[in-house]
């Protein structure tokens, strides 16, 4: 099917709609958009011949124009997308179009969940690259693999990152789906924890009978979501009621961690990472569980996976300077916080500086008490102010309030807001031996690249 000649992104420089942007600039389409201001992501759309403009004006949705896609993000009243819809031209939201070009493709491979998605959809990627299957891709985090968040393969396989915020993910048209868990979050859209696993349900019932779901058996909603599946189910944990499990679980060097990996009971070899923590061998066992339902030889996963380095923003490795080792990580959510936490202190033996800016008011609200108690495995917690992204200070939360309750549980809470002021203390206050995590899914990554760009010069210095 062809969508038109040319199409116009409204938001062109946000993960899932860059990725598409290019996906479609590669299979033959012209492509141009708009976006709020000039970003790294942008950068790089236009040295690949994109014509993008910077602000959002109706004027800009001409006649060349066939189709007009885009995010959620921008808001129904943006004035391109009012435009386009008054124009009566075809209209998708960057989900839709993705489930368009899945069903297109033939066989969609959809990996969702609260934490591990970007990971998991990263990991599945590399082993069926790796493989020979040729998959088309869109993750919604940077691959070193694949030096973006994006491939156009020629294969039936389309690998996508399914997201829940405003039940995008039920647009996709997955025969694979792969739900790594269910957890409360975006509390601005699930009012309740069971909004978020009814919406999960509703994914999973996308599923032909003819597919497969891959699903977490540990997760405490296990039962609910395999219910809800017409297609057969294939589980991954680390108990051995899971079809793909892992014991004799210990990390390995410098950051990794590694497991004795069993299928249907039978050890089948050595599970072994060169990312850290339980969470990732579960994001890993995930990944294993779905590329053997497509043809991948285990023995040959097996050997794929340890290529794997990782997701920009997911326990990036930043630097080392003057013995600080400046690590930074996306988490927001109080369970991807303690995981990432007790992943460091596995493989740590120096303090651990958690610089944390909590994303959005309606997060550090409804999940307030979570967080309090998300930061045990840290030396020291420093507080950034709120990242309001979307969202409006309503006035009664705040970083402050955070750090005060923190204090309760923790023995060393430092609120102190400002990124420049966090940077400057972290100069004076860090010392030969810690390591600084950056963390959120804000501008905290400022800190901890100005903190090396500031500690290399002091020390050039001297």
């Known amino acids: ?53 910077y602000g959002h004006d109706e004027r800009q949705i001409t006649d060349e124009i066939d189709v007009v896609v885009y995010t959620n993000a921008v808001g129904e009243q943006n004035p391109e997308l009012v435009k386009a819809r008054k124009k ?9 179009l993705l489930g368009t070009l899945m069903k297109e493709k033939g066989v969609g491979i959809a990996v969702a969940g609260t934490h591990g998605k970007t990971t998991t959809t990263a990991m599945i990627a590399l082993l069926l690259i790796e493989g020979g299957k040729d998959p088309t891709v869109e993750v919604g985090g940077e691959m070193k693999e694949l030096l973006g968040n994006y491939r156009t393969g020629k294969s039936p396989y389309f690998v996508v990152e399914a997201c829940e915020f405003r039940r995008s993910f039920l647009h996709l048209s997955p025969k694979i789906a792969v739900i790594t868990n269910v957890d409360w979050d975006h509390p601005d859209c699930f009012p309740t924890a069971g909004d978020v696993v009814q919406t999960f349900k509703e994914f999973i019932s996308l599923v032909p009978p003819k597919g497969r779901l891959v699903c977490w058996r540990e997760d405490p909603h296990f039962s609910e979501l395999a219910a809800a599946s017409r297609a057969p189910l294939r589980t991954f944990g680390l108990s051995p009621e899971a079809d793909w499990y892992c014991q004799q679980i210990e990390p390995c060097a410098p950051l990794g961690i590694k497991g004795r990996l069993y299928h249907a009971g039978q050890e089948v070899g050595e599970l072994r990472l060169k990312v850290p923590g339980e969470y990732n061998l579960l994001n890993a066992l995930a990944a294993v569980a779905t590329v053997t339902e497509v043809g991948v030889p285990i023995g040959e996963a097996l050997t794929y996976i340890q290529k794997f380095t990782g997701v920009r923003r997911r326990f990036e490795v930043k630097g080392e300077v003057g013995g600080v080792l400046v690590v930074d990580d996306y988490a927001h959510h109080p369970l991807a916080v303690k995981n990432i936490l007790a992943a460091a202190k596995q493989q740590f033996a120096g303090r651990i500086w958690c610089v944390f800016q909590p994303h959005l008011y309606s997060r550090t609200k409804y999940l307030f008490s979570d967080f309090v108690h998300a930061f045990q495995d840290a030396d020291v917690l420093v507080l950034a102010d709120i990242y309001a992204a979307r969202e409006t200070d309503p006035g009664d939360i705040s970083s402050q309030l955070l750090s005060e309750e923190t204090k309760k549980h923790h023995p060393d809470v430092r609120y102190i807001g400002d990124l420049e002021k966090i940077k400057d203390h972290l100069l004076t206050a860090t010392r030969p031996g810690d390591m600084v995590i950056t963390m959120g899914a804000g501008d905290i990554y400022k800190v901890g690249e100005q903190f090396i760009q500031a500690k290399t010069e002091s020390l050039k210095s001297r």
């Open 88 to 96: 009566k031209l075809p209209v998708y939201e960057g989900a839709e």
């Open 1 to 53: 099917m062809k969508l038109g000649d040319h199409i116009y992104f409204i938001g062109i420089g946000g993960a899932r709609l860059s990725a598409l942007a290019k996906i479609l600039l590669e299979s033959g389409y012209q492509v141009s958009g708009s976006d709020r201001t000039r970003s790294r992501s942008t950068i790089e759309l236009e040295k690949k011949g994109i014509r993008i403009h």
